[in-house]
Each structure stands twice: as structure tokens, then as C-alpha cells.
């Protein structure tokens, strides 16, 4: 018997002596904790155990492709790869205890890209690749853990989100649910030259709030409603014999049938209607209310941003502000994900933004000068949470710096006051004073444009500091032009400018994911903290922020959210859109750990803060955590390459 056969034997005898342990064990991770008994049985009796000292080879490129698939039993294995000929090996992953690999090469019949080193004395579990189809082929978890990899999991992850919150709220439909199952009805529709007194009788007897009107080809082409009607009457000559033509809402806003309920909310929030026209191949085939939505189990969105929209002094407002943690407790309870919450907290701090600024404009009166209240950071980029502070500044026109300073010294006072009316409802004073009331940010659109000019032209600490604040800007209430003559500008200089690309990227380099070779988390301690913790937010969010930022501002990309960068990035063939998928499931996935925290925090009446102990999670979710943190060292790592740092 050779050496090879021996360790063969040995390695069988011992997965048979101890297969019950073994299931146990595996039943602890998953996917294993998600399989049928007989499918994971029939999986543990066809591994071997095998050990690996510290350093060895596992499994590398040279081996040609891959016939078996390895779970780590005990110990440490890490990825290394070379990035070029003759170029030194860089570590590319860690997989632990419970995790298993190389699912890719060996999906793809294909060598591995990497070598697998036991980073210490390892033990795995191997099962041969005749055995790795047999499992993939009876077990449907396996499959799609296999075919799908973190994607698997991180759906078992939002399963367990929308569990823990339904726990308490209940939930008969899903902020994902199809409009085409709302919209329970037939349309009510009439023609373009349909008399004003029919089609409201024809509205009354069918008992609807709204009709639409449509062509030859049933193609919606205007919508009538309740408060067209109610203009309608409050004029002094009204004609009822005059179509409806004259007195419809032309262009009505359409979503396909299959858009979810959520996208039909985030429209009526943002564009202030009640009704969304459903369309099929440019067809009507339906129409969502907001009061369709509203049998969503309380998820009142539309009818809170409205409330204010409208309220009648501060007070009301701060009140209301309470509401919205609330909101989001019954979102996550409906199936809302990070990135749909986020962008409705963005949207209800907009109103709430502007009513603020209406109401201190009707109690100071008018400054007689027209502004644009702008903003900053992550509201710049919709990426909002329920904990956050002021970043904003004010835009105007000038002609000189003479007539600049004399508007300066008439909006600055109102600034202020818009300032601390907003700390009132829950908006903290920006600690660096990146707020409208700072004179250096009431600015003509001269004076911003000669700013952002000097930042990437200087080369200091400051310029790359302001760049990433003030370069994720955005228009919340007056006139956007002047904002998108800025953000045009912004995109033209940094794409002609390697120079400045290359400090954006060192800059960006700066903040690194808290994950290391000999530990699953690299933890620290903050102030008087008993506990080491991470910063979610400035080792986790970060480096796929400003990674995003730089990409999208070289390559004259205009989007300000990151997950939309990403995307662009991809679409324009900058990024592999596979990278571009795995970096928007793990920015996803940090910022819902982050989210997830914040509403613990405000349950149990505790400051907010960004910093979390990794002991606190459950496997899952630290097994997810440390991938995706490992996501933001590949983008980091693709970003040292590209600038050559």
C-alpha cells in the first residue's frame, strides 16, 4: 500500500468512527444546518479527514482542475494569488472553521485561480468530486448554496430579519408584493373627448377615485382624479360639457404591472400623487391608489410624508419626526431591504428639510434673494439612516464677489435659524460646522465652483477631506440647475486630473476593513470602552463609498449613490460586473447590520453609535459580516492596483 492509500484509509477510517459528531458538527453551519438528515448523512460518509500543517499546499493552479471539495474542520486556510508574472503572492481570503471551498473551480471544471495554504494546522473534511455531484444533484440547499454562494445566505439572513420583526406587526403582504396584485379591479377609462359631466358621473357609479384617460391602442395618455375635480368646481366659468382633455393631468405617471409596491410608494412620495397607472406592453391594465397601499398593514409611507409635507408649525413636525423609526420597524417587518429603507429615510428627511426651510421662511419673511438649500454626505448620496447629522450648505447667484458678500450678509441669519430649527427635529449640529449657517458654505455658484476647482487642484489633507464630503452633493429645495452646473463641472475637472484620481485613491486607502490573516476581525477600543468593537460605518461603508466615488467622478459617471456607481461602473465595463454584484450584496449587508443596530439602540433608549462588538452577532451573521468586510479589501485591492499605490 503506498503513502497516499494509507492516508486515504486512515483518513476514512476516522470520519467512520465518529460520523454522528461530525453531523453534529456540520449541522452547526450553514448551508449543512439547512439540509435534509439523509442528504448531509450520505455527505459526511463519503469525506475523508485530513490534516495539513501550517503552510502547506492544499489546493493550487498547477494541480489542474479540481477533484475535491474541502470544509474545515479545524484550523485556518488562506488564499493567496499572484497578480502577475513574477509578481508576489497577496493574500485574497481567509476561510475558517465550518466553511468549505473551491466551489467555483469546481463548479467550472476548472482549475483554481488561487492557492489554498493552511494558515495553521488545519484538519478538512474532503469529499471526491463524483461525491460532490451526488450531493449536488440530491440536495436543493446545497444546489443553491453551491450555484449562489453568500447570495444563499444572506438570504436565510433577511428571512430571519422580516421574522423578527413580523414577530410583533404581523405582515399580510410584502413591501415587494407585484402592483399587479393590488390593483383588483378593472380600470375605470374613458376617451380624450369624453364630456367633464360624464366622466364624472361614470367615476361616481363605479365608486373609484380616479379615471384614466386613453388612446385608440388603450395607451394611458392622462388621469383624472378627485382633486382635479375639486379645481375644477372652484372655477368661476366651468364648463361640464368641455372634454376631459381640457382639465386631465396629461402624461400620467405609469409603472409595469410586475413593479413592486415599493416602487409605487417611493413614486407617490416623491412626485406628491395618489394614483400610479399599471402598464403591460404600454397597455393600461391596472391602477394603484395610495390607499391600495395602504392595506399593506399600516405601511403609511406616503400618508406620513405628506403629513410633513403639510405640517402646520414645528412643533408638528418634531412630533412626527418620532413616526418614522416606526416606519422602518414595520418595513423590515413587510420585507423592505437596507437600500429601499435607507432611500425612504433620505426621502422623509427631504420633506422634512423643506418644510422646515417654508416654515422659517413664513415666520422671518422672504429675503427677497432666490437660494438652493443643498446637502452633503450621505444624504447627498440617499444613503440616510435613522442617525445622522447636518451636512448642508446654501447655493445663489451673483454677479461679483461684491454682490456675493451683500446676499451672504442677508441669508446667513436665516441659515442659522433653518440650522437649529432642524437640530430641533432630530438633525444634530454637524460637529465640523459643514452647515448652511458657516459662512464658507453660503456661497454663490462662482464662489462653490472656484472651491471644488481649488480642491483638486491643491494637494493637501483639506482638498481630498472637502472632496469627499462636498463632491456627493445634491439640490433639496430651490432651483437644481445651478446644483447640476456644479456636479458637471466637478466631473470635468477630476477626469481630466490623474493626479488628483491618484491622492482620491490613497485617500481611499486610508480606512481599512478591520479583517486580518490571523484573525477573523482586527478589533479596537474607543475611548473608555471595556469592549473591543468595529466602526460599521468608517471601516465597513467607507471604503465601498469613496471606492465608488472615485471610479464614477474619473470616469465622468453623474450618479451620486453608491450602489447606483457600482452599477454604472459595470455597465460601462470599469469593474467586472460579477466584483460589482459581490461589493453591492456586502455594502448591503453591513449597512443592515448597521441599520439592525440602530434600531436596537433606539428600542432600548441607548445613543446611537456605529460600533459593534462581532461577538454580538450569531454565526451567520458574522461569517457574512467578515466576507463582505473582505469585499471591501478586494475593491481597496483593485484600487492600489489601478493607481499603482
Same mark, same amino acid.
Given at each position: 500500500m503506498?503513502?497516499?492509500?494509507?492516508?486515504?484509509?486512515?483518513?476514512?477510517?476516522?470520519?467512520?468512527q465518529?460520523?454522528?459528531?461530525?453531523?453534529?458538527?456540520?449541522?452547526?453551519?450553514?448551508?449543512?444546518?439547512?439540509?435534509?438528515?439523509?442528504?448531509?448523512?450520505?455527505?459526511?460518509?463519503?469525506?475523508?479527514?485530513?490534516?495539513?500543517?501550517?503552510g502547506?499546499?492544499?489546493?493550487?493552479?498547477?494541480?489542474?482542475?479540481?477533484?475535491?471539495?474541502?470544509?474545515?474542520?479545524?484550523? $485556518?486556510?488562506?488564499?493567496?494569488?499572484?497578480?502577475?508574472?513574477?509578481?508576489?503572492?497577496?493574500?485574497?481570503f481567509?476561510?475558517?472553521?465550518?466553511?468549505?471551498?473551491?466551489?467555483a473551480?469546481?463548479?467550472?471544471?476548472?482549475?483554481?485561480?488561487?492557492?489554498?495554504?493552511?494558515?495553521?494546522?488545519?484538519?478538512?473534511?474532503?469529499?471526491?468530486?463524483?461525491?460532490?455531484?451526488?450531493?449536488?444533484?440530491l440536495?436543493?440547499?446545497f444546489?443553491?448554496?453551491?450555484?449562489?454562494?453568500?447570495?444563499?445566505?444572506?438570504?436565510?439572513?433577511?428571512?430571519?430579519?422580516?421574522?423578527?420583526?413580523?414577530?410583533?406587526?404581523?405582515?399580510?403582504?410584502?413591501?415587494?408584493?407585484?402592483?399587479?396584485?393590488?390593483?383588483?379591479?378593472?380600470?375605470?377609462?374613458?376617451?380624450?373627448?369624453?364630456?367633464?359631466?360624464?366622466?364624472?358621473?361614470?367615476?361616481?357609479?363605479?365608486?373609484?377615485?380616479?379615471?384614466?384617460?386613453?388612446?385608440?391602442?388603450?395607451?394611458?395618455?392622462?388621469?383624472?382624479?378627485?382633486?382635479?375635480? $375639486?379645481?375644477?368646481?372652484?372655477?368661476?366659468?366651468?364648463?361640464?360639457?368641455?372634454?376631459?382633455?381640457?382639465?386631465?393631468?396629461?402624461?400620467?405617471?405609469?409603472?409595469?404591472?410586475?413593479?413592486?409596491?415599493?416602487?409605487?410608494?417611493?413614486?407617490?412620495?416623491?412626485?406628491?400623487?395618489?394614483?400610479?397607472?399599471?402598464?403591460?406592453?404600454?397597455?393600461?391594465?391596472?391602477?394603484?391608489?395610495?390607499?391600495?397601499?395602504?392595506?399593506?398593514?399600516? *405601511?403609511?409611507?406616503?400618508?406620513?410624508?405628506?403629513?410633513?409635507?403639510?405640517?402646520?408649525?414645528?412643533?408638528?413636525?418634531?412630533?412626527?419626526?418620532?413616526?418614522i423609526?416606526?416606519?422602518?420597524?414595520?418595513?423590515?417587518?413587510?420585507?423592505?431591504?437596507?437600500?429601499?429603507?435607507?432611500?425612504?429615510?433620505?426621502?422623509?428627511?427631504?420633506?422634512?428639510?423643506?418644510?422646515?426651510? %417654508?416654515?422659517?421662511?413664513?415666520?422671518?419673511?422672504?429675503?427677497?434673494?432666490?437660494?438652493?438649500?443643498?446637502?452633503?454626505?450621505? %444624504?447627498?448620496?440617499?444613503?440616510?439612516?435613522?442617525?445622522?447629522?447636518?451636512?448642508?450648505?446654501?447655493?445663489?447667484?451673483?454677479?461679483?464677489?461684491? %454682490?456675493?458678500?451683500?446676499?451672504?450678509?442677508?441669508?446667513?441669519?436665516?441659515?442659522?435659524?433653518?440650522?437649529?430649527?432642524?437640530?430641533?427635529?432630530?438633525?444634530?449640529?454637524?460637529?465640523?460646522?459643514?452647515?448652511?449657517?458657516?459662512?464658507?458654505?453660503?456661497?454663490?455658484?462662482?464662489?462653490?465652483?472656484?472651491?471644488?476647482?481649488?480642491?483638486?487642484r491643491?494637494?493637501?489633507?483639506?482638498?481630498?477631506?472637502?472632496?469627499?464630503?462636498?463632491?456627493?452633493?445634491?439640490?433639496?429645495?430651490?432651483?437644481?440647475?445651478?446644483? %447640476?452646473?456644479?456636479?458637471?463641472?466637478?466631473?470635468?475637472?477630476?477626469?481630466?486630473?490623474?493626479?488628483?484620481?491618484?491622492?482620491?485613491?490613497?485617500?481611499?486607502?486610508?480606512?481599512?476593513?478591520?479583517?486580518?490573516?490571523?484573525?477573523?476581525?482586527?478589533?479596537?477600543r474607543?475611548?473608555?470602552?471595556?469592549?473591543?468593537?468595529?466602526?460599521?460605518?468608517?471601516?465597513?461603508?467607507?471604503?465601498?463609498?469613496?471606492?465608488?466615488r472615485l471610479?464614477?467622478?474619473?470616469?465622468? *459617471?453623474?450618479?451620486?449613490?453608491?450602489?447606483? $456607481?457600482?452599477?454604472q461602473l459595470?455597465?460601462?465595463?470599469? =469593474?467586472?460586473?460579477?466584483?460589482?454584484?459581490?461589493?453591492?450584496?456586502?455594502?448591503?449587508? =453591513?449597512?443592515?447590520?448597521?441599520?439592525?443596530?440602530?434600531?436596537?439602540?433606539?428600542?432600548d433608549?441607548?445613543?446611537?453609535?456605529?460600533?459593534?462588538?462581532?461577538?454580538?452577532?450569531?454565526?451567520?451573521?458574522?461569517?457574512?459580516?467578515?466576507?463582505?468586510?473582505?469585499?471591501?479589501?478586494?475593491?481597496?485591492?483593485?484600487?492600489?492596483? $489601478?493607481?499603482?499605490?
Amino acid at each position: 500500500m503506498s503513502q497516499q492509500d494509507a492516508f486515504d484509509q486512515a483518513g476514512k477510517t476516522a470520519v467512520r468512527q465518529n460520523i454522528l459528531g461530525l453531523l453534529q458538527f456540520l449541522q452547526r453551519f450553514p448551508p449543512f444546518n439547512q439540509m435534509e438528515h439523509g442528504h448531509l448523512a450520505y455527505l459526511v460518509e463519503q469525506c475523508q479527514l485530513r490534516f495539513y500543517a501550517s503552510g502547506e499546499s492544499i489546493v493550487k493552479p498547477a494541480d489542474g482542475p479540481v477533484a475535491h471539495f474541502f470544509i474545515v474542520k479545524q484550523g $485556518r486556510v488562506v488564499g493567496e494569488r499572484q497578480q502577475a508574472p513574477g509578481a508576489d503572492t497577496t493574500p485574497t481570503f481567509e476561510i475558517t472553521t465550518g466553511e468549505c471551498f473551491p466551489l467555483a473551480a469546481l463548479l467550472g471544471e476548472r482549475a483554481t485561480r488561487t492557492e489554498h495554504l493552511a494558515g495553521e494546522d488545519t484538519f478538512c473534511l474532503q469529499l471526491h468530486k463524483t461525491a460532490f455531484v451526488r450531493v449536488f444533484s440530491l440536495s436543493e440547499v446545497f444546489r443553491d448554496f453551491a450555484l449562489r454562494g453568500v447570495s444563499s445566505l444572506l438570504d436565510q439572513i433577511n428571512q430571519q430579519v422580516r421574522q423578527r420583526a413580523a414577530q410583533t406587526l404581523g405582515t399580510q403582504y410584502s413591501l415587494n408584493t407585484p402592483l399587479a396584485e393590488l390593483a383588483m379591479r378593472h380600470p375605470v377609462v374613458c376617451a380624450a373627448d369624453t364630456p367633464v359631466r360624464d366622466a364624472v358621473r361614470h367615476m361616481h357609479e363605479q365608486q373609484v377615485g380616479s379615471i384614466v384617460i386613453v388612446d385608440g391602442q388603450r395607451t394611458p395618455c392622462g388621469i383624472f382624479t378627485l382633486r382635479d375635480l $375639486r379645481q375644477v368646481v372652484a372655477e368661476a366659468n366651468v364648463e361640464l360639457d368641455a372634454p376631459i382633455a381640457r382639465y386631465m393631468t396629461a402624461s400620467p405617471f405609469c409603472l409595469h404591472a410586475q413593479a413592486s409596491a415599493f416602487d409605487a410608494a417611493l413614486a407617490m412620495t416623491e412626485r406628491h400623487i395618489a394614483h400610479v397607472c399599471l402598464v403591460d406592453h404600454g397597455r393600461l391594465c391596472g391602477v394603484v391608489s395610495e390607499r391600495d397601499l395602504f392595506s399593506l398593514q399600516r *405601511i403609511d409611507l406616503v400618508h406620513l410624508a405628506r403629513t410633513i409635507r403639510h405640517a402646520p408649525r414645528l412643533e408638528t413636525l418634531i412630533a412626527l419626526r418620532g413616526e418614522i423609526g416606526q416606519l422602518v420597524e414595520r418595513m423590515l417587518a413587510h420585507g423592505a431591504s437596507s437600500t429601499q429603507i435607507t432611500q425612504i429615510v433620505t426621502l422623509l428627511n427631504d420633506h422634512t428639510v423643506c418644510r422646515v426651510i %417654508e416654515l422659517t421662511l413664513a415666520e422671518q419673511g422672504d429675503p427677497g434673494v432666490p437660494f438652493t438649500w443643498l446637502c452633503f454626505g450621505s %444624504e447627498g448620496r440617499r444613503e440616510q439612516t435613522l442617525y445622522t447629522d447636518q451636512d448642508n450648505g446654501i447655493l445663489f447667484e451673483a454677479a461679483d464677489a461684491s %454682490e456675493a458678500e451683500a446676499v451672504r450678509f442677508r441669508l446667513l441669519p436665516l441659515a442659522r435659524l433653518i440650522n437649529q430649527q432642524l437640530a430641533r427635529c432630530g438633525f444634530s449640529l454637524c460637529p465640523g460646522n459643514v452647515m448652511a449657517g458657516n459662512p464658507e458654505l453660503c456661497l454663490s455658484r462662482m464662489e462653490w465652483a472656484r472651491r471644488f476647482a481649488g480642491f483638486v487642484r491643491e494637494a493637501s489633507p483639506e482638498s481630498l477631506l472637502g472632496s469627499t464630503i462636498y463632491f456627493d452633493l445634491r439640490a433639496v429645495w430651490g432651483d437644481e440647475q445651478g446644483c %447640476e452646473q456644479l456636479r458637471q463641472g466637478i466631473l470635468a475637472q477630476v477626469a481630466d486630473n490623474r493626479l488628483f484620481q491618484r491622492m482620491l485613491a490613497e485617500n481611499a486607502l486610508r480606512q481599512r476593513p478591520p479583517v486580518g490573516r490571523l484573525r477573523d476581525f482586527v478589533l479596537t477600543r474607543q475611548g473608555h470602552d471595556k469592549t473591543a468593537t468595529l466602526d460599521l460605518k468608517v471601516q465597513g461603508l467607507t471604503p465601498f463609498v469613496d471606492g465608488a466615488r472615485l471610479l464614477a467622478l474619473a470616469h465622468g *459617471i453623474g450618479a451620486n449613490n453608491t450602489l447606483e $456607481r457600482l452599477r454604472q461602473l459595470a455597465q460601462c465595463e470599469v =469593474i467586472d460586473a460579477l466584483d460589482a454584484a459581490a461589493f453591492e450584496e456586502a455594502y448591503h449587508f =453591513i449597512q443592515q447590520t448597521r441599520m439592525q443596530q440602530h434600531q436596537r439602540q433606539s428600542r432600548d433608549n441607548q445613543p446611537y453609535s456605529n460600533r459593534l462588538d462581532p461577538d454580538s452577532l450569531n454565526h451567520l451573521d458574522r461569517r457574512i459580516l467578515r466576507e463582505s468586510l473582505r469585499q471591501a479589501q478586494r475593491l481597496q485591492s483593485s484600487l492600489a492596483l $489601478r493607481y499603482r499605490l
